[in-house]
């Protein structure tokens, strides 16, 4: 049987590169000796489960270096701007996705869009989850920034932002060059409560702003130098990424 996960748990990936499960959600710490780069930070009620990752790993948090946003939807800002207000720590992403973080426009499903799906198996479960964990609360980011220029980040980890647009304008990924790991956030996943498959996917439909340009955007997933594939829902994929994103693409979106 699979091992059963619970939330605040941590997985060591590779060197200093861990996964900590929050709720139905992922994030990445990557140890640089006392420094950090923390990618994505779950949902608004993940924050304490999120301090006792870093707690457990022995990073301080206010030597995390950068905050690194895959996308600015809640479960996976939950605690940017907390962190960012309590600890001085930066907030980074793609420049389209500053005022998204900054709440000048919310591209997220919507409760209409979850209700409507409500009768899919594992729909209305989740949504009360997303809900209970945060998932409507207003959780702004008050000074995003734009990554400082384009290439690898001068950060723990040296990570490469990939752009790959579709779930939200602004989403990227994160290539982890020297231990071989993507990050992929949710321009691909690997299982979520609402599909009844599990393996690499796309995410449903009704939370993808453009599934077309998501489905384009596999290929800068695919062409990524890297053989572990760490998503923001769903187990972490070992092997390529070019192998995820066909079982994805064969896959198309569960509805
Ligand atoms: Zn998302
Ligand atoms: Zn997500």
Not at 27 to 33: A, I, Q, T
Not at 59 to 82: C, Q, W, Y
Not at 92 to 104: F, G, K, Q, S, Y
Not at 186 to 195: E, R
Request: glycine share 10%; net charge negative.
């Amino acid at each position: 049987m699979a091992k059963q996960f619970r939330i605040g748990d941590v997985v060591r990936i590779d060197g200093d590169v861990h996964a900590v499960l929050g709720s139905d959600v992922t994030w990445v710490v990557v140890r640089d000796g006392d420094d950090a780069t923390l990618i994505d930070t779950g949902y608004p009620r993940d924050h304490d489960a999120l301090l006792a990752s870093l707690e457990l790993l022995k990073v301080a948090p206010e030597s995390v270096n950068a905050i690194l946003i895959t996308h600015a939807h809640n479960d996976h800002i939950g605690s940017a701007e907390r962190l960012r207000a309590e600890y001085g720590i930066p907030v980074l992403m793609h420049p389209a996705e500053v005022p998204h973080a900054r709440r000048d426009f919310l591209d997220q499903v919507s409760a209409g869009a979850v209700a409507a799906n409500a009768w899919r198996p594992g729909v209305a479960a989740w949504g009360l989850r997303a809900v209970r964990n945060g998932g409507t609360a207003h959780v702004p980011v008050t000074e995003p920034q734009a990554f400082p220029a384009p290439g690898p980040l001068d950060l723990p980890g040296a990570p490469i932002p990939l752009h790959t647009p579709g779930h939200t304008a602004g989403h990227c990924a994160y290539l982890l060059p020297a231990t071989g790991i993507v990050v992929a956030g949710d321009a691909l996943s690997t299982g979520h409560p609402t599909s009844r498959v599990s393996g690499p996917q796309v995410l449903p439909a009704m939370f993808q702003k453009d599934l077309p340009s998501t489905l384009a955007s596999l290929d800068v997933i695919a062409e990524a130098d890297a053989d572990i594939l760490i998503p923001g829902h769903g187990p972490v994929h070992r092997g390529s990424p070019r192998a995820a994103v066909e079982a994805a693409r064969e896959r198309g979106a569960a509805f």
